[in-house]
């Protein structure tokens, strides 16, 4: 483009910007009129349609030599205003579900949450939709740090490749499990310790997880700590090569047994006297007792110890000793003999991954930078500032007085571009600084 081209342009966008000014505001009087009814639902939806629909309108009407011109890069930023848009009112309907879930939350709590959703979930290379949904569900258990929480959900998503829905889970149920009132450091640890045994054995944290998810209050209540149980699940899944779900059901069928607690373990499988009577006369011919004498009393011993002896007697027979496989058969189950038999055969294995468990702080925070940074952590940050953006010029509550006139407006654009595609650059010029003057007009 030469300076006379410039020079041309720049002559005649300003008397049609300040024609689409003039329209602007004489929809600015027609808008403060609106009697506004919508719920918020319903709004979110308007949003969403009509600035959608209102992006492709000024698209189309641009002629096809003039994007010819502008080329990838405008189609790109009409995407990305596309995809804000909806973000922006996924963000909106989370936040609306936290106001009702968290009622002490006021107004300027509410937006700080939401203003700073953008730059937390950035750092992990996270949409922001995906941190306010863990603040919401946060929050929906019951705990007064669910924005610490949530970013803990977002470490576990970032470190494991996990998705929101599991790692929430996933941290729950190790709090509930091992009692640990929401404390995030001692669930980092946790979920530290749970990376590392990942990251030095070729596992899925999204597989341990999984497991920690299903068996984490079994372990618990069986008095087994959070890293033994991390590191006997996690043996047998490198073994087996099976996934958590199949591991943790295995893992709580092998419990009862140890504990000889009567109960159903999975798809409507019981665990019955029967069955734990033939578990403990196979154990004992193993010269493995399950029950001890403490202080004249007869009590269950501790299981780790029991399966820590079983392996030593288990791998010091011949493959073909009876006893081998009476123990297996006892374990009963689809995959439990498979499990109990990889965990028996492996015991070094066990004791390596309770070493790499307590070697594994600050793990996790490391992983989840390397995916921060990757090209699907650097697009949820654009991702992020383009939604950001967009909420700044258009807030909530300007959105929610104007969403009924939005197609007003988007019936006033589509006049301008209809006589103005011709000149293309005048159509964007026109409508950018109408847009802008309609905005500002409610700050």
Same mark, same amino acid.
Not at 312 to 338: C, F, Q, V
């Given at each position: ?7 041309? *342009? ?12 003039? *329209?602007?505001?004489?929809? #600015? ?8 009814? +919508? ?28 994007? #010819? ?42 937006? &700080? ?26 929050? /929906?258990?019951? =705990? ?6 949530? #970013?803990?959900?977002?470490?576990? *998503? ?37 990376? =590392? ?6 596992? $899925?944290?999204?597989?341990? &997880? ?8 079994? $372990? ?12 006997? !699940? ?34 409507? #499988?019981?665990?019955? &006297? ?29 299981? !780790? ?18 006893? /081998?496989?009476?123990?297996?058969? %006892? ?7 498979? *499990?109990?038999? %990889? ?9 390596? !991954? ?10 996790? !925070? ?18 992020? +500032?383009? +939604? ?28 301008? +571009? ?26």
């Amino acid at each position: 483009m030469n300076n006379n081209e410039i020079k041309v *342009q720049a002559a005649v966008e300003l008397p049609d910007a300040k024609k689409v000014d003039r *329209q602007i505001r004489a929809l #600015e009087k027609k808008i403060s009129k609106l009697n506004i009814s +919508t719920n918020g639902q319903e709004i979110g939806n308007s949003i969403t349609r009509n600035i959608t629909d209102g992006v492709d309108k000024a698209a189309k009407a641009l002629p096809v030599r003039i994007l #010819e011109r502008l080329g990838t890069p405008f189609t790109f930023l009409i995407s990305k205003v596309k995809h804000a848009v909806a973000e922006l009112k996924n963000v909106n309907s989370i936040m609306t579900e936290i106001s009702k879930t968290a009622d002490r939350l006021s107004k300027t709590d509410l937006s &700080a949450i939401e203003r700073s959703s953008y730059q937390t979930a950035g750092k992990y290379g996270k949409k922001a939709s995906d941190y306010l949904t863990g603040v919401q569900k946060m929050y /929906r258990a019951g =705990y007064g740090n669910a924005e610490e929480l949530a #970013e803990l959900s977002l470490l576990a *998503q970032a470190a494991g490749g996990m998705d929101a829905d599991l790692a929430n889970d996933y941290l729950i149920a190790a709090d509930a499990a091992y009692k640990l009132k929401g404390n995030a450091e001692a669930l980092n640890a946790v979920l530290d310790g749970q990376n =590392y045994i990942t990251n030095r054995n070729a596992l $899925s944290l999204q597989d341990l &997880a999984e497991a920690t998810k299903i068996a984490a209050l079994h $372990s618990a209540d069986s008095g087994i700590a959070v890293d033994q149980a991390a590191a006997a !699940m996690g043996t047998m899944m490198a073994v087996t090569r099976q996934g958590g779900d199949v591991a943790a059901k295995a893992w709580k069928g092998i419990l009862m047994n140890i504990r000889q607690a009567e109960g159903e373990v999975e798809d409507g #499988e019981v665990i019955d &006297a029967e069955a734990l009577s033939n578990y403990e006369k196979a154990c004992e011919a193993l010269e493995v007792s399950l029950k001890e004498v403490k202080n004249g009393v007869l009590s269950l011993r501790d299981p !780790m110890k029991i399966l820590e002896e079983l392996s030593k007697a288990y791998t010091s027979l011949d493959d073909s000793d009876a006893r /081998r496989a009476n123990l297996i058969s %006892a374990a009963g189950g689809k995959y439990r003999g498979d *499990q109990l038999n %990889a965990l028996l055969e492996n015991w070094p294995l066990y004791e390596k !991954m309770l070493k790499d468990y307590a070697e594994g702080s600050g793990s996790a !925070m490391a992983e989840a930078m390397k995916s921060a940074d990757n090209w699907e952590g650097s697009m949820n940050r654009l991702g992020n +500032t383009f +939604t950001k953006v967009v909420n700044n010029i258009v807030n909530s509550d300007a959105v929610i007085a104007v969403a009924n006139g939005l197609n007003d407006l988007l019936s006033v654009i589509d006049k301008i +571009t209809d006589k103005l595609g011709s000149l293309g650059t005048v159509g964007v010029g026109g409508i950018g600084i109408g847009i802008t003057q309609f905005v500002k007009s409610f700050d």
